[in-house]
C-alpha cells in the first residue's frame, strides 16, 4: 500500500493535491501559516490521511493543537514523534484515542542505521507506550543497512520501515512486500518530501511488476 506525501504550502493546494488519491500524508509543518480550521478543512474529507507535523517553525504548544484538530477532524493516524516531550505525547495520545484515530509513533536517523538492538528498543518502547504503527526511517549507507531495516520486519510487529538516501531507495520498494504496512511515496516527480522518496506512479509500477511476477 502506498500512502503519498503531500507538502503544499496551502490548504487549498492541499486538497487539490488530495484528489484521486485514497491514502496521503499531510505535512502540516510544510502549510504557511496554518490553523486549526485550515486542519479541520483538510481532515475532514473523505480520506484516509496522516497527519504529520515535523519539528521546526511551529511550537510544540500549536503543533498539538494541530494534530488534536486533525485526530477530530477524522485523520486516520496522528505521526508522533518517538522523543517528543511525554506531557505532549500522552495527551496527544488521549486526543486520538477519544477520536478513534490511530497512532504512529516515528522515529528518524538522519545520519546513520542504528544497531538492530537499538532500534528494536525504540519499536518496543513505542509499541508499549500504545502505539498503533511504529515508523522507523534510517538514513541508509550500505547495504547490510537496507538488510538491518528489512530485517526489522521479521516478526509480525505493525511496521512502517524506509531508507532514507538514495541507497535506501530499494527499502522503499520491498518493505510493503514482506510485512511492512505500508510505503511512503511523492506525488510526483519534483515533489518529494524526503531524500530518497520514489513518486507515486513509478513505485507503484515497480510493485505491480513485482506482485505479478
Known amino acids: 500500500m502506498i500512502c503519498v506525501s503531500i507538502a503544499e504550502p496551502t490548504p487549498e493546494a492541499c486538497i487539490r493535491a488530495m484528489k484521486g488519491l485514497r491514502f496521503a500524508e ?9 490553523g486549526c480550521v485550515d486542519i479541520r478543512r483538510i481532515f475532514s474529507r473523505r ?81 508499549e507506550e500504545g502505539a498503533d504503527v511504529v515508523k522507523i526511517a534510517c538514513r541508509v549507507r550500505s547495504s547490510s543497512d537496507n538488510a538491518r531495516l528489512l530485517g526489522l ?15 535506501g531507495k530499494i527499502t522503499r520498494v520491498v518493505a510493503p512486500l514482506i510485512g511492512g504496512l505500508f510505503t511512503y511515496a511523492a506525488l510526483r516527480p519534483g515533489k518529494e518530501v524526503a531524500d530518497g522518496q520514489i513518486d507515486r506512479a513509478k513505485l507503484q509500477g515497480i510493485l505491480n511488476r513485482l506482485n505479478n511476477v
Do not use: Q
Request: glycine content about 10%.
Open 47 to 127: 480520506l484516509r490521511l496522516i497527519a504529520t507535523c515535523r519539528p521546526g517553525g511551529i511550537g510544540d504548544r500549536k503543533k498539538l493543537a494541530l494534530l488534536e484538530s486533525a485526530a477530530r477532524a477524522g485523520a486516520a493516524f496522528v505521526d508522533i514523534e518517538h522523543n517528543w516531550k511525554p506531557s505532549l505525547k500522552a495527551a496527544l495520545m488521549k486526543t486520538a484515542r477519544a477520536a478513534a484515530c490511530r497512532v504512529l509513533i516515528s522515529f528518524h536517523d538522519f545520519e546513520k542505521t542504528p544497531p538492530a538492538p537499538t532500534l528494536d528498543r525504540i519499536i518496543r518502547n513505542g509499541l
Open 153 to 167: 520486519l521479521d516478526g509480525g510487529r505493525p511496521l512502517v520501515v524506509v531508507g532514507i538516501g538514495r541507497e
Open 26 to 34: 499531510i505535512r502540516i509543518d510544510k502549510i504557511d501559516g496554518v
